[in-house]
């Protein structure tokens, strides 16, 4: 239970960075 806990934060940390990485790409390249 507490893997799977960590696994969703992790998840959710990479997601989180992905989304502020592609909102920097699409603000940069206008």
Known sequence: ?????????????????LMSIAFQLCSSSR
Do not use: E, P, S
């Open 1 to 17: 239970m507490n893997v799977q806990r960590n696994q969703c934060m992790i998840l959710k940390k990479l997601w989180q960075n």
